[in-house]
């Protein structure tokens, strides 16, 4: 059978893209429980998911853990990315292609037992400091509430607990309550140690974000993979795994 010229050039054009598209890459960053570096191996609840997820999808895509608040640069700038685990907000809505939620999560600050109990958003908002990263979710949604009074110094969470333990800060907003008693156990910081504002700060569901150029039919498969989880029970079942290993029991 002969091709026309015409055909021709569109085969080779067409064999040239798919040469030429990019594999798609995960991203990541650490925030246990959800995603974190354990000795040589990367886990947490939604490294678990994800994980899951691709087994019913039969992808075999990397993953790849990037420094804290580079992996949304990476979302943005690099084409077919997938990060985990991501709060999905208004202003990211239209930025990325979404699949979930897989958890949601609440925010409260924290302080040390037997300092002065702030018990109110406005004894928060009079605070001397409350300290955060430096940068990200968090202190963007903080300073678009009105507080005046952050010092956005940590560049990790350990930072975060480590300044709050030496009398450095009396106050620190970053993790859940499942990340606080994470670094809490990774520190040894002992039971009765921190006490919870009885403040929600900030509540959302996270999820997978894909870039948007990614393709819709992966996009749709890893949410029909992340339904099939959850009516399985498996989702439910990672997610009570890490409640379990996080002792939760151990926060006042």
């Known amino acids: 059978m002969k091709l026309s010229r015409l055909t021709l050039a569109l085969l080779c ?13 995960i991203v990541t960053e650490e925030w246990a429980p959800y995603n974190y ?10 490294t678990d998911i994800v994980q899951a997820i691709m087994m019913l999808t039969g992808d075999s895509f990397d993953v790849v853990m990037v ?6 640069l990476v979302l943005t700038n690099r084409p077919r990315t997938i990060m985990y ?14 699949v979930g939620p897989i958890v949601e999560e609440a925010i409260h600050p924290y302080q040390l037992v037997g300092t002065p109990p702030v018990d109110s958003l406005e004894q928060l908002r009079q605070a001397p400091q ?19 009074n952050l010092q956005k110094r940590a560049t990790s969470s350990q930072q975060l607990y480590r300044m709050l333990l030496a009398g450095r800060t009396g106050i620190i907003v970053g993790d859940t309550d499942a990340g606080v008693a994470y670094y809490s156990a990774q ?66």
């Open 13 to 25: 054009l067409l064999l040239g893209t798919f040469a030429r598209a990019e594999p798609y890459q």
């Open 37 to 46: 570096q354990q000795g040589d191996q990367l886990t947490g609840m939604a």
């Open 67 to 72: 420094p804290s608040m580079r992996s949304s």
């Open 85 to 98: 685990s991501m709060f999905r907000t208004p202003e990211r809505e239209p930025l990325y292609k979404w």
């Open 130 to 148: 409350i300290t955060t990263r430096h940068a990200g979710l968090i202190p963007d949604v903080l300073e678009a509430q009105g507080f005046t």
């Open 187 to 252: 520190l040894g910081i002992a039971p009765g140690t921190l006490r919870r504002v009885p403040v929600t700060l900030y509540r959302s569901a996270l999820y997978i974000a894909f870039s948007q150029d990614s393709d819709d039919a992966t996009v749709a498969a890893w949410a029909e993979a992340l339904d099939q989880l959850r009516a399985s029970g498996e989702l439910a079942r990672i997610q009570q795994r890490y409640a379990q290993a996080m002792a939760y029991d151990r926060l006042p």
